[in-house]
């Protein structure tokens, strides 16, 4: 009977603490799903980038001499089918580093005050060739700062034997319709009162005012 009762007791307390594991089991996974956290996915934002703004085109150094423009650069002037634009211009003091890179470069003469550099482009809107050559020497255009103070283009020695050079320009061709974006160099030892470019083609003539007398600063 003592046996019995023992192997009772035995069984009972074996299923006491089966069924606590249970209801530890039990109560651990319903901890682990209450205290799961959320996953979010995570959401890419845009990135703005800042708009930039636009460095100016630095066409001149006029101001630096002391003129003060009346029209701004681009200056475009036309005589006798011939369209001459200027596009930039830099006066250079003539023992400046970019003076002398660029006499050097293009086998310019070295003389004078100043050395000064355009970029020009000219077009023939005409119906026969428009030309300075040995068959024709007349220069077109002219750049005057002064009364007496006209630039005359320099030789480049280097392009001296090219026709319708686009680095330096000395002889050129241009047949109708034809256009040339090139640069030109020039000596001056003269006065900075006043600035005016001038064509004469084909015995029309024409000219523009660029920085007028009374504007000089």
């Not at 475009?76 to 002398?100: F, H, P, Q, R």
């Not at 550099?117 to 119906?127: L, P, S």
């Not at 090219?162 to 000596?187: C, D, H, M, V």
Request: no cysteine; proline share 4%.
């Amino acid at each position: 009977m003592k046996r019995v009762v023992k192997a009772t007791l035995v069984a009972a307390m074996l299923f006491s603490v089966v069924l606590g594991q249970g209801v530890v089991a039990k109560a651990e996974t319903v901890t682990s799903v209450v205290t799961a956290k959320p996953t979010t996915s995570a959401v890419p934002t845009a990135t703005v980038k800042p708009i930039a703004t636009p460095v100016p085109i630095m066409r001149d150094n006029l101001s630096k001499f002391g003129l003060k423009k009346d029209l701004e650069l681009p200056v475009t002037v036309t005589a006798g089918g011939l369209s001459y634009t200027l596009e930039k211009i830099v006066i250079y003091d003539i023992n400046s580093m970019d003076a002398k890179d660029l006499i050097k470069k293009y086998g310019y003469s070295r003389y004078g005050k100043y050395f000064i550099w355009t970029k020009i482009t000219i077009e023939n809107k005409g119906e026969t060739i428009i030309e300075e050559s040995a068959k024709d020497l007349s220069q077109k255009w002219n750049l005057t700062f002064s009364d007496g103070g006209t630039l005359y283009p320099d030789m480049p020695e280097v392009k001296v034997r090219e026709n319708n050079s686009k680095e330096a320009l000395w002889n050129y061709q241009l047949n109708p319709g034809q256009k040339l974006t090139t640069y030109q160099g020039f000596n001056y030892r003269g006065e900075f009162d006043y600035f005016v470019i001038r064509l004469s083609v084909k015995g029309t003539k024409a000219s523009k005012s660029i920085v007028n007398d009374l504007n000089s600063l």
